[in-house]
């Protein structure tokens, strides 16, 4: 019954920021990671950014310095501040958590960036 929801996703002009957000509900126990992905028309999902149960954040290359994850841990929501957008980063946005025996995914939140 854990459903995520994310939120938090529009329109902004190159250089402009958005913060995402993902509520997780229901009965999550043994959580080992939370993270985004995105999808580009025509790609692949590719991840952007984890953050481990302990707090340690990771990030895809493209995005490092730009990006950055953070989570409530207690309360099973994860952020996504993003900086300095570029219009490659437009894309559907979707939040992941990780758990023993398997992971759970959200709807996504659309991304635009205009140049």
């Known amino acids: 019954q854990v459903q995520l929801v994310e939120s938090g996703g529009g329109l902004v002009q190159a250089g402009g920021s958005l913060r995402l957000s993902c509520a997780a509900s229901?009965?999550?126990?043994?959580?080992?990671?939370m993270a985004w992905y995105r999808q580009a028309p025509g790609k692949q999902r590719e991840l952007v950014a984890t953050i481990t149960s302990g707090g340690s954040p990771n990030y895809a290359e493209s995005v490092k310095g730009r990006f950055a994850i953070s989570r409530e841990h207690a309360k099973n929501t994860v952020y996504l501040q993003m900086n300095s957008l570029k219009p490659e980063d437009t894309a559907l946005y979707y939040c992941?958590?990780?758990?023993?025996?398997?992971?759970?995914w959200g709807q996504g939140t659309q991304v635009t960036v205009s140049s």
């Open positions: 229901g009965m999550i126990f043994s959580i080992r990671a």
């Open positions: 992941n958590i990780g758990v023993r025996g398997g992971q759970y």
